[in-house]
C-alpha cells in the first residue's frame, strides 16, 4: 500500500514502481534513518506536537524495528519504494494510528538529507582512521628505509639520487593532506537539514536546535530549501575519495613498474599477487592495478553526481536519489583500497641492493659535479655546460664520471681537484643537500621527528 496513494485513482505498473524505487541501495541507511526518525519523535513529543505516550511508543518501536533488521527479520519491498517509507510502513503495521502520526512536520526530503549527512559523517570517520593508519605504515617503512639510496626520476628518466624514506615521505605528505581535507569537509557535512520540510519549513512549532543536540550535529543549516536541494557537500566528499584515490593510484603506478625485472626494486607478496592462467611464471600485481583502475570508477562516480546536480531547479528532485549509488560506490571503493594498499606495503619486499645499483647508474651526480665546480668560482650556466660535455664523454666510453682519470677531469676544466671524487659519490650527493624539505638524511630525520612530534600532540 502506498503511503502517498490518497491523490491517485491508479496504481503504477509494476515497471514504473520497480523503475522509481530505491530500496535496493537506499536499504544500507536504514540505521540513520531510524535514529533520524527517533530524534524526530522526541521533538514531536517534547513540543507536545504528538503525545508523550505516542512519541515513547514511536521510539520504542523503532529500536525493536532496528535490532529485527540487524537479525535479518524484516523485508522491505519494492511496493514501499525507499527506505523511509518501508520503516514507517513497519511501524504503522506494528502500532497502527500511532505510528502514521511520525511524518507530522517532515518531509522525506529534509530526511534523505538528514540520512546522508549521517551516514556521511560515519564514513569520514572511518576514512580517516584508514588514512591514519596507513600513514604510521608509511612512516614505519620510512624508519627503516632511512639509508637506503635509490633513483629519484623526472620524466621517468634518473635524475637525482635520493632515499626511499624520503621517497615514502612525499607520500606521507600527500595523504595527510588527504587526512585534512576530509577533516574540513567534514565540517559542511556537520550540519542538520532535518526540520525544513519539504522545502518551506513546516507550521508546527518544532525545535531543530533539539533536532541538532539530539543527532550530534554541530550546527542547524539556516535556510530550509538549500537545506534539501543541496548535495554539494557529497560532491565534496566524493572529491576528497577521488584526491585519494589519485595519490594511491600514483604510488601503484610506481609499484608496478618497480615490481617488474626491469626495475626490481620491490617484490609484493605472493599474498597480494596472483598468477596467469596460461604463463606458468607469471607474478602479477593485480592489487595495485585494481587500484590504479578503480580510480578511474571514483572519478566517474564524482563526475556522476556533479552532473545529476547541475541544471536542477529548486528544491528537491527526484533526480537527487540518484546521488546515492556514486557516494556509496566512492566511499567503498576508497575505504577497501585504502585497506589493501596498506596491507601490500608493509608485507612487501624492498631490495635495497637493486635500488642502490641502479642509483649508481644514470650520471646523478652530474649536478653535483656542476655545483662542485662552482664552488670553485664558475658560473652555473658554464659548470652545465662542461659536465653536459662530460657526461656526453662517459656515454661514449661507457664509464660513470667517477671512473674518469684526473687527468681526463682536468681535459675539461683544470678546477678538479681530488676531492670531486669524494663530492659526487651517491651518498656525499644525498648528504650536501642543504635546503629545508630535502633529502639529505639530516633533513629526512627532522622530517620525521616532526612527524613524531605532530603524532604527539594529537
Ligand atoms: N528516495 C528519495 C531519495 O532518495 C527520498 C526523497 C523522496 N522525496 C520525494 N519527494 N519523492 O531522494
Redesign the pocket.
Known amino acids: 500500500m502506498k503511503l502517498w496513494k490518497g491523490r491517485f485513482s491508479k496504481a503504477a505498473t509494476s515497471s514504473a514502481d520497480e523503475f522509481n524505487a ?1 530500496i535496493e541501495f ?1 536499504q544500507r541507511l536504514y540505521k540513520e534513518d531510524i535514529a533520524g526518525s527517533i530524534a524526530h519523535a522526541k521533538m514531536l513529543g517534547k513540543q507536545g506536537i504528538i503525545t508523550q505516550d505516542e512519541s515513547e511508543l514511536i521510539i520504542k518501536t523503532l529500536g525493536e524495528i532496528l535490532s529485527d533488521i540487524e537479525t535479518g527479520n524484516v523485508e522491505f519491498t519494492i511496493e514501499s ?2 527506505i ?1 517509507m518501508n520503516i514507517e510502513s513497519i511501524l504503522t503495521d506494528r502500532i497502527g494510528a500511532i505510528g502514521k502520526k511520525l511524518h507530522t512536520a517532515r518531509s ?2 529534509d530526511q ?1 538529507a538528514v540520512d546522508i549527512r549521517l551516514y556521511l559523517k560515519k564514513e569520514t570517520d572511518a576514512i580517516t582512521t584508514a588514512i591514519k593508519i596507513l600513514l604510521d605504515a608509511l612512516e614505519k617503512l620510512a624508519r627503516q628505509h632511512t639509508d637506503t639510496v635509490m633513483p629519484g626520476y623526472t620524466h621517468l628518466q634518473r635524475a637525482q639520487p635520493v632515499t626511499l624514506s624520503y621517497h615514502l615521505l612525499a607520500y606521507y605528505q600527500m595523504f595527510s593532506r588527504d587526512q585534512e581535507r576530509f577533516s574540513d569537509c567534514l565540517g559542511r557535512i556537520d550540519r542538520l537539514p532535518l526540520g525544513s520540510g519539504a522545502l518551506a519549513g513546516t507550521t508546527y512549532d518544532t525545535d531543530r536546535d533539539f533536532l541538532a543536540k539530539e543527532l550530534g550535529f554541530a550546527s542547524v543549516l539556516p535556510n530550509g530549501m538549500d537545506a534539501v536541494a543541496d548535495r554539494d557537500f557529497a560532491i565534496e566528499f566524493i572529491n576528497c575519495c577521488a584526491v585519494t584515490m589519485m595519490h594511491l593510484s600514483r604510488f601503484c603506478e610506481e609499484l608496478i613498474l618497480w615490481s617488474s625485472v626491469e626495475f626490481s626494486f620491490v617484490e609484493i607478496d605472493d599474498s597480494f599477487s596472483t598468477g596467469s592462467s596460461i604463463m606458468p611464471q607469471k607474478k602479477n600485481p593485480d592489487m595495485a592495478e585494481l587500484i590504479r583502475g578503480k580510480t578511474g570508477r571514483v572519478y566517474g562516480d564524482l563526475m556522476s553526481l556533479l552532473t545529476i546536480c547541475k541544471g536542477l531547479p529548486l528544491a ?1 528532485n ?1 533526480d ?2 540518484e546521488d ?1 549509488i556514486p557516494v556509496f560506490d566512492a566511499a567503498d571503493t576508497l575505504k577497501s583500497s585504502i585497506g589493501i594498499f596498506t596491507e601490500m606495503i608493509l608485507t612487501m619486499k624492498v631490495r635495497e641492493d637493486k635500488m642502490e645499483n641502479a642509483a649508481k647508474y644514470g650520471y646523478m651526480n652530474a649536478t653535483d659535479a656542476a655545483d662542485y665546480l662552482v664552488s670553485k668560482g664558475i658560473p652555473f650556466r658554464d659548470c652545465h655546460e662542461i659536465i653536459g660535455k662530460i657526461v656526453l664523454y662517459c656515454i661514449n666510453k661507457g664509464i660513470a664520471i667517477e671512473e674518469m682519470t684526473m687527468d681526463e677531469f682536468k681535459s675539461f676544466s683544470d678546477k678538479f681537484e681530488d676531492d670531486i671524487y669524494d663530492k659526487i659519490a651517491i651518498r656525499s650527493c644525498i648528504k650536501a643537500k642543504l635546503s629545508k624539505g630535502s633529502t639529505s638524511f639530516e633533513s629526512v630525520d627532522e622530517q620525521l621527528a616532526d612527524i613524531a612530534n605532530k603524532k604527539q600532540a594529537r
Open positions: 530505491s537506499d519504494e525507499d523511509h522525506r526530503n534523505i528537491y527526484k537527487l536519489q546515492k
